[in-house]
């Protein structure tokens, strides 16, 4: 499902490059649980994940393709055919209603739309049940509703019409003890259920043994090494 490759990425003006990793492979259906500290590069590495960011060197790949090998419109539309993402700040449009926001990625991918069985607007119906977000809600904008409820409403919108990949940057962090066990039941359950690969990153590691498998992003990162080493030490 996804693979990487000799990937080097340096943000534009930086004198070093933030992320250097040989490889790296996750199976169809897996579901990997990737942690580190703020700012060690987890963001950027899901932004590359979903071919939202280029490495300058190196290969990373989504079932088989290459994201800097198409055009920025082509990436643009493989990702809504394949990636449901959530957002660590939501993105969701404030404007729209509860239930327009998690149809969105049907209105652009009309393989995502084929891949509800009975419509759209039934998966987003059922989507929103098992988030347990109030009828009442679905039809406010989005801008109206508390920070919990939005989390929610972006997971929903990143799960239907069945992704083959879902990344969730720190999707739990807004959730109560309940609601989080709840959110993480529906998560890996309809990830399972369609066969999507999972990935996940958070700072709450008692999520971690839930996952099939576990990465600090620090220990797979050899960015830090070779700073290091240039600096003739290697890092603790």
């Given amino acids: 499902m996804l693979e990487i490759q000799d990937l080097r990425y340096r943000w534009r003006g930086a004198s070093a490059d933030a992320l250097v990793i040989p490889r790296l492979t996750l199976g169809a259906g897996r579901t990997l649980f990737l942690h580190g500290p703020s700012g ?14 280029v490495a300058r060197q190196g290969s990373v790949s989504l079932l088989g393709q290459d994201w800097a090998r198409l055009s920025g419109a082509a990436r643009d539309a493989r990702r809504a ?5 959530i957002f660590q700040q939501f993105n ?30 039934a998966a987003a119906r059922r989507l929103l049940q098992q988030v347990a977000l109030p009828e009442a809600a679905w039809g406010r904008p989005a801008a109206m509703l508390s920070v919990g409820q939005q989390q ?3 997971a929903a919108r990143a799960l239907i019409g069945r992704p083959e990949l879902v990344i969730a940057d720190e999707p739990t962090s807004a959730l109560d003890a309940a609601l989080r066990d709840d959110f993480m039941a529906l998560l890996l359950g309809e990830c399972r259920a369609s066969g999507a690969t999972l990935v996940f990153v958070s700072h709450d ?16 990162n050899q960015a830090g090494r070779e700073l290091g080493a240039a600096a003739g030490r290697v890092p603790a």
């Fill in 152 to 154: 929610r409403v972006a």
């Fill in 81 to 85: 055919d394949h990636v449901g993402v």
């Fill in 92 to 121: 969701l449009l404030p404007y729209l209603s509860v239930l327009d926001n998690v149809l969105l990625p049907c209105r652009f991918s009309s393989a995502r739309a084929a891949r509800c069985e009975a419509g759209p607007a």
């Fill in 40 to 53: 060690c590069g987890k963001s950027t590495l899901l932004g590359l994940l979903a071919g939202v960011l």
């Fill in 205 to 220: 590691e008692r999520l971690a043994q839930q996952f099939d498998e576990r990465l600090s992003l620090p220990t797979l």
